[in-house]
């Protein structure tokens, strides 16, 4: 499973770190993906990491913002945000995505599927 953890309400400006820790299922050889969003809006792809090869992949919105980088030893996954806005607010969920899955385009992320998610966590930054 993947457990993810770390958001909270921070002010316009701030900085989050969220961590994505996996049990009980393969890491190594998967890439690990975060994803939001918003109530009544479509899902939203935000940055990958490839356990395989480190390879980091972003999309605009989180380009420059947030970095993606993993501890294998731990099994974690984090994603630190900075100079947040209040269109970051959403739900962050990680999930396990097999690399079979995962096109990258200019170098963003296309993400075809995902077998494994963790529960989410809020984000909510305050203008």
């Known amino acids: 499973q993947l457990q993810a953890s770390g958001g909270g309400l921070v002010q316009a400006g701030g900085s989050l770190r969220l961590s994505c820790v996996a049990s009980?299922?393969?890491?190594?050889?998967?890439?690990i993906g975060w994803v939001r969003q918003v109530p009544g809006k479509e899902r939203e792809d935000v940055s990958c990491i490839s356990n395989r090869d480190g390879s980091t992949h972003y999309t605009d919105s989180a380009q420059g913002r947030f970095t993606i980088s993993t501890d294998n030893a731990k099994n974690t996954v984090y994603l630190q945000m900075t100079s947040l806005k209040p269109e970051d607010t959403a739900v962050y969920y990680c999930a396990r995505i097999p690399h079979h899955s995962l096109l990258i385009l200019n170098n963003r992320p296309l993400v075809q599927g995902r077998d494994y998610w963790g529960q989410g966590t809020q984000v909510t930054v305050s203008s």
């Open positions: 009980g299922i393969a890491f190594d050889n998967y890439a």
